[in-house]
């Protein structure tokens, strides 16, 4: 779980079931954070409640401050939690793209010299 998770809501009252929610759902990113930016990612969430019309309408915002970018994800929807799940599935994705150019080459390093061994000691038989 991220430890720097800052939930808020406005112009409502949250329910201990909605920040439960929250906490697992976008706490659960924290697999797709690389090992060095754990510690020092900060996450606020912003849950808004309006009205449009006659319907009821859902905000969720969520800034996740990272150490070399700030990712930032925004979703309206007719409930709380479907806008939460939208929010969580469109940070998997960033967190993915994040993850990609921020981790180490190190293993892909590791990968590529096993492949030219292996190969080249199949080309020597």
Do not use: W
């Not at 309006?50 to 859902?58: A, E, L, M, W, Y």
């Not at 939208?86 to 990968?111: C, G, I, T």
């Amino acid at each position: 779980m991220i430890n720097n998770l800052q939930i808020s809501g406005v112009h409502s009252q949250l329910t201990d079931n909605a920040r439960s929610y929250v906490k697992r759902k976008i706490g659960g990113l924290e697999k797709y954070i690389p090992r060095a930016a754990r510690e020092s990612t900060f996450v606020d969430v912003k849950l808004k409640e309006g009205k449009s019309k006659d319907k009821k309408t859902f905000e969720c915002e969520v800034i996740m401050k990272m150490p070399k970018s700030t990712l930032t994800a925004h979703r309206k929807s007719t409930g709380l939690l479907a806008a939460i799940d939208e929010v969580e599935d469109n940070l998997k994705n960033q967190l993915k793209r994040y993850k990609d150019l921020h981790s180490s080459a190190r293993f892909d390093r590791r990968v590529i010299s096993r492949l030219k061994r292996s190969v080249s000691s199949e080309g020597v038989m």
